[in-house]
């Protein structure tokens, strides 16, 4: 018994004639009334004809995972249209979400295509947010670059002053009694030698680029007052220097002082690591006058010495990049970005991305105000044309075209929407322990902010000694006054855990410890932290009730009440107020009373929760002392399941 023709011919999506003709060039006799042909034969025409299909089937190419998005790309449909493939399927999946192998086989099989896995070794992953041209240069093409100094140090001690004199005693003629265009950073010349100046705000800008992973300083300036010594942001700016293990330069300003006392702050650097030359150390030191411009010419030189024992080399034959040193949005010119190119020419037309952000070159402009065409390695440009700000310390680049640079840019702003989704704490006291163990933590880095020094002192002592084989306890920082936004910049570039006594964190600085992720602990006595990391490092944390700040308001006005007490006029200007919450009491960013809420009204009604941007006034249990301008930070304990 036969297989017929026609019948045969339908199953193989055929039709008669063509069937014929495989039949015959398969050397079978037919003719033209033939209706049926053997099993065999029809077997052997089946497997030919779905091999055949099979081979000229498409492949596409995945990793373990594929996100609905790129697979919508391989298989040439909109995402939309795949998106609701896969609800038929029951998958409910938005445009970024990954899929796992066997969902895309699946969908593939549906379009008419074969799905080929493809290994990728874990140490070639792409970095959306890194260079995409990391050219090894070759060394016979590179070529010497000046240095790019960032210049640090404590309020008043003459930092800015520094800066312009060194700017004004390096201007031409022509420019003499003229401003200088202000673009966060300029050059000078010196001995026909060039050196890169970033003026930005110190180490904020410095820690900020460094958190972003963007090393753009070759040499750090530590400008100290002879008279004054070494004050607490002069310490925050040599820990963010040797954190960044970026060499130092010690200006001692202002000699021409009576008080100066040079050798004092000499040895009070020696606490900070820093021994100077004339002392047998590695540090080099230069007297300097800012206002008298006495020693700037001494100053130059140590630190183009110091560059030159650097061997600082870059290729300016290939396409450019750098780093962003600030960025804003100008109403007339739109995003404007300084940028520090580091490597390659950056010409004007170049297609280029910076962070987020990507466009074409539509001007540059230099520190003298002046339209360049072109700039090299380690100069400092003003640039137009971008599509929007990017962050201090984003990479910039120059690729092949615009549809590339616009392909990056949107491929990290995915990247960033999903990290935001998935974003934690890199390091906090609640799972250190299981951090430890699974071997992801050797040192534990610590920042400490307190209301006095010796408290900052007894609790580096203390905790440094809770050192273990497995870990090390590792003080980045330690300081007097409230938790700043630097503090929490610092702490996010060193994986650090930030703990406080006695002073809390600004709105500012826990906004931003929220986005980077960084875990703050504010403690009243001394033991409770040490016992807390102790426990932490043990395994025995269990934080059964965590601090949760729900309102903040400013007192501006007191009333003294007759047998109540001093009862604060305040505005709420964050969150609200609650009737039931805990209160505390802040001063210059010190807490001075912590207790519960012993009143809150709204005019002359009691009040159970006032709400952002409303009066009210509030009264705290057993305390009178309130003073206009203080912050009174209210807050509650929630409740937290601690799971391992």
């Not at 240069?137 to 140090?153: A, F, K, Q, S, Y």
């Not at 030359?277 to 140590?302: R, Y």
Request: contains cysteine.
């Amino acid at each position: 018994m036969g297989v017929r023709i026609h019948k045969l011919a339908n199953e193989l999506g055929l039709d008669s004639k063509e069937l014929i003709e495989i039949l015959q060039d398969l050397g079978e006799e037919v003719d033209s009334h033939m209706n049926t042909v053997s099993k065999e034969t029809a077997e052997m025409v089946t497997d030919m004809v779905f091999e055949e299909e099979e081979t000229t089937k498409d492949i596409i190419e995945v990793e373990d995972d594929i996100t609905v998005k790129e697979l919508a790309e391989k298989i040439d449909i909109a995402p939309n249209s795949l998106m609701a493939e896969l609800i038929n399927l029951g998958i409910m999946a938005t445009i970024n979400q990954e899929l796992d192998f066997e969902t895309v086989e699946e969908i593939a099989a549906e379009y008419g295509y074969q799905v080929k896995s493809i290994e990728v070794d874990s140490d070639d992953e792409e970095d959306v947010f890194g260079l995409v041209n990391n050219i090894e240069d070759d060394p016979n093409d590179l070529e010497l670059r000046p240095p790019v100094i960032t210049v640090m140090g404590h309020v008043d001690h003459g930092k800015t002053t520094l800066l312009d004199a060194i700017r004004k005693s390096n201007v031409t003629a022509g420019e003499a009694g003229g401003i200088t265009q202000h673009i966060g950073a300029y050059q000078v010349e010196v001995n026909d030698e060039k050196i890169t100046f970033l003026d930005t705000p110190g180490h904020e800008a410095f820690t900020e680029m460094r958190a972003r992973g963007a090393q753009a300083t070759d040499l750090a300036v530590l400008v100290v007052a002879a008279d004054d010594g070494i004050m607490p942001q002069t310490v925050e700016a040599i820990n963010h220097a040797q954190a960044a293990d970026v060499p130092i330069i010690v200006a001692i300003n202002k000699i021409d002082k009576p008080n100066a006392q040079p050798d004092r702050v000499k040895q009070e650097l020696t606490q900070h690591g820093l021994v100077v030359e004339e002392w047998g150390g590695d540090t080099i030191s230069v007297p300097v006058s800012a206002l008298k411009q006495e020693n700037l010419d001494e100053l130059l030189e140590m630190i183009l010495l110091t560059a030159e024992m650097q061997e600082l080399k870059a290729n300016p034959n290939r396409p450019a990049n750098g780093v962003i040193v600030e960025a804003e949005l100008d109403r007339g010119r739109g995003p404007v970005a300084t940028m520090l190119v580091k490597n390659g020419t950056l010409n004007v037309g170049d297609p280029i991305v910076a962070g987020l952000a990507y466009g074409r070159v539509r001007a540059m402009i230099d520190d003298h105000g002046d339209r360049i065409e072109k700039a090299g390695p380690a100069t400092p440009v003003e640039v137009l044309g971008l599509s929007d700000v990017p962050s201090a310390g984003d990479p910039m680049e120059v690729l092949e075209d615009d549809q590339q640079v616009r392909k990056i840019a949107e491929k990290r702003q995915d990247q960033r929407r999903v990290e935001k989704l998935e974003r934690k704490a890199a390091v906090s006291l609640d799972d250190l322990f299981d951090q430890i163990q699974d071997g992801e933590i050797k040192e534990l880095n610590i920042l400490i902010k307190a209301d006095v020094q010796g408290t900052v002192e007894a609790v580096r002592g203390s905790l440094v000694k809770l050192g273990t084989d497995e870990v090390q306890v590792n003080v980045v920082h330690g300081g007097v006054g409230a938790i700043s936004e630097t503090d929490v910049m610092l702490a996010a570039a060193s994986n650090a855990i930030i703990i406080g006594f006695n002073v809390r964190p600004g709105n500012k600085a826990r906004s931003v410890a929220e986005k980077e992720g960084v875990d703050v602990r504010t403690y009243r006595v001394i033991y409770e932290a040490i016992s807390d990391v102790r426990d932490a490092m043990e395994g025995l944390l269990d934080p059964d009730y965590k601090e949760v700040v729900i309102g903040r308001a400013e007192v501006r006005d007191t009333f003294k009440v007759p047998k109540v007490g001093t009862i604060a006029g305040a505005y709420v200007t964050d969150g609200r107020i609650n009737r039931n919450a805990q209160v505390r009491l802040l001063r210059d960013g010190k807490i001075i009373q912590d207790g519960k809420i012993g009143s809150l009204k709204r005019f002359e009604d009691d009040a159970s929760e006032v709400a952002e941007g409303y009066e009210c006034g509030i009264g705290i249990e057993n305390y009178n002392d309130i003073k206009e301008g203080d912050i009174l930070e209210v807050y509650e304990f929630e409740a937290v399941k601690r799971t391992l």
